[in-house]
């Protein structure tokens, strides 16, 4: 291949990665879970209130909620969710970059929505999403780790018995 064109395909390629890199950097991520909490996330859901049918109830109705302007993260909801409050709720959900809301199960009127529909950044932690315009960052207790062991068990019994046959 001419030297020209292999020189042209390198700078596209560094091109396209810089423009990857400034957009991972400008929009906040999903935060999967924290260090030593018992949440991970578990979807971003629509709210309800203004849902037909759902007669102005929240998605996560019931429980608890606080509004941190100019603080809330997700670390922060999760504390106040899992035990802060007294009460430890199933469900964490951060909505609107400042709220958070707490409960022990979903409303059956909230949808499920692709994650990126949570766009909204934490009013505390600009690189980290926090919910959207009617719209929740949802956590849930416990299950999802649960399930992960359960797996990671699997894992590790296939590879011993692979492992077990071919020594
Ligand atoms: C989400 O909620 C809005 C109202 O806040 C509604 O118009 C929309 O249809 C809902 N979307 C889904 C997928 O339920
Ligand atoms: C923001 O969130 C990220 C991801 O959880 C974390 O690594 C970072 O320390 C946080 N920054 C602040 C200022 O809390």
């Not at 958070?100 to 692709?114: K, P, V």
């Not at 999403?129 to 797996?151: D, E, F, H, P």
């Amino acid at each position: 291949m001419p030297r020209a064109i292999l020189l042209l395909l390198l700078s596209l390629t560094l091109a396209l990665a810089q423009s990857t890199t400034s957009t991972t950097l400008t929009t906040p991520t999903i935060v999967q879970s924290i260090p030593g909490s018992k949440y991970t996330y578990f979807g971003c859901w629509n709210e309800t209130t203004s849902v037909s049918g759902a007669g102005g109830v929240r998605a996560l109705d019931g429980g608890t909620s606080e509004v941190l302007q100019g603080q809330m993260t997700v670390p922060l909801c999760l504390a106040f969710c899992g035990g802060g409050s007294a009460t430890q709720y199933k469900y964490a959900g951060l909505e609107f970059s400042r709220e958070c809301w707490c409960a022990q199960h979903i409303s059956g009127a909230s949808a499920r929505l692709d994650d990126g529909a949570c766009d909204t950044a934490c009013d505390g932690n600009g690189t980290t999403v926090c919910g959207g315009s009617l719209k929740l960052s949802v956590y849930q207790l416990g299950s999802s780790a649960a399930v992960r062991i359960t797996y990671m068990t699997a894992v590790i019994a296939l590879v011993g018995t692979i492992l077990f046959h071919l020594l």
